[in-house]
């Protein structure tokens, strides 16, 4: 077979999918990009087993049809040094050589056969849809993917979770010190009479495959998923992953329903004085300490075992008798930078339970929270 094709063209759709090979492989053909040609679509697929990457692109002067498999590095090292430039692929059928040919010279590569790479996962008839604006699953995934575990004992906890009702989805991550509900409305989904609600575990692998495509993608986004896997169809790429076993905690039973502090505050002048005032915390406990009292709070930490302190007060919307609360300075700062607000909403109700972080203003058809655990305070 052979093929005509953008140098870069194809260098960004390989690069787009090569995040999902390992560095090692268990299975010596999941070091290469599957190339299939039929018709003048060239489909390229990238897969670690768990989860598979697929896009698509059109290319010229086709004779033939067939698929081979080639080594990933090789071929992006390639691609990478050349500037923007056709170039034609022919793979020879029989014993699978392929050659790129440039304008000023040819490479030689021995493919493997496609057909030894792992087959996509059929899926179920129980199987349910539900599509959504790319804009929601991506608010969805980048505000909740920094809070996902990394916890071999609850890999349940290692992804995100999506709870979809039938005119809603939320969209949840937690590690147990932090957690991230989003809600956020979805166009469409199939559920029975019967059922209230469906949910699945995305792996945090796949979650930042999708981090670093959606972006680059419009419209709308189908989700078809059963018991097992989830297929992501998206108008340039299609994932495919395997979800995450077993029950996801419940979330709202550790969400606070009422707060008897509300403090509101600029989120940049948060942000930025936390940064400043945690270089001197310990670096053990990174705590950071608030003190919330007379439309002020002031922000301090100290290093006893350095001899080292510092403080700093910023105005705030704040009434009531004063309070103290203590969190863990990037897990406050990590939050902050995850929300979009101007001003953000710190609601509280003792140093020894969960405060929330809510955005003054939500994005349009988004419902936004987040917590954080607080630390015990000495004093």
Request: aromatic share 6%; glycine share 4%.
């Amino acid at each position: 077979m052979k093929f005509v094709v953008s140098s870069t063209e194809l260098l960004s759709h390989l690069q787009a999918i090569s995040r999902v090979i390992n560095s090692k492989n268990s299975l010596p053909i999941l070091d290469n990009f599957l190339l299939d040609l039929q018709g003048n679509t060239l489909t390229l697929t990238a897969s670690d087993v768990e989860t598979t990457l697929i896009t698509s692109m059109q290319v010229d002067n086709i004779e033939g049809n067939g698929k081979v498999a080639v080594v990933s590095r090789l071929l992006l090292d390639t691609l990478r040094e050349f500037a923007d430039q056709p170039l034609t692929f022919t793979i020879n059928d029989s014993n699978l050589a392929m050659v790129i040919t440039s304008a000023n010279g040819s490479y030689n590569f021995i493919g493997q056969n496609g057909d030894e790479y792992p087959r996509l996962p059929q899926m179920q008839d129980e199987a349910r849809t539900l599509i959504l604006p790319v804009s929601s699953l991506n608010a969805g995934i980048s505000k909740t993917l920094f809070c996902t575990a990394d916890d071999e004992l609850r890999p349940v906890m290692n992804g995100v979770y999506f709870d979809i009702e039938k005119d809603a989805i939320t969209i949840v991550a937690t590690d147990a010190h932090k957690l991230v509900r989003l809600k956020t409305q979805l166009t469409s989904v199939t559920m029975s009479d019967e059922e209230e609600k469906l949910s699945f575990i995305l792996p945090k692998k796949p979650a930042n495959m999708l981090k670093n495509i959606l972006p680059k993608e419009s419209g709308e986004v189908e989700v078809i998923f059963d018991s097992k896997n989830a297929y992501f169809k998206l108008s340039n790429y299609t994932m495919i992953c395997r979800q995450v076993e077993g029950k996801f905690p419940n979330y709202n039973g550790v969400i606070p329903k009422t707060n008897l502090y509300k403090i509101i505050i600029d989120r940049i002048t948060l942000l930025n004085a936390l940064k400043r005032v945690s270089v001197f915390s310990n670096q053990a406990s990174n705590l950071i300490k608030l003190d919330f009292a007379d439309n002020n709070v002031n922000i301090s930490a100290q290093d006893i075992d350095f001899s080292i302190s510092a403080e700093e007060t910023i105005s705030c919307q704040f009434e009531g008798e004063p309070i103290k609360i203590g969190f863990k300075s990037p897990f406050l700062i990590e939050i902050l930078n995850n929300i979009s607000s101007s001003d953000v909403i710190l609601e509280v109700t003792d140093p020894s339970r969960a405060g929330l972080i809510l955005p003054f203003e939500n994005e349009p058809n988004e419902e936004l929270l987040m917590l954080l655990m607080p630390m015990l305070l000495n004093d």
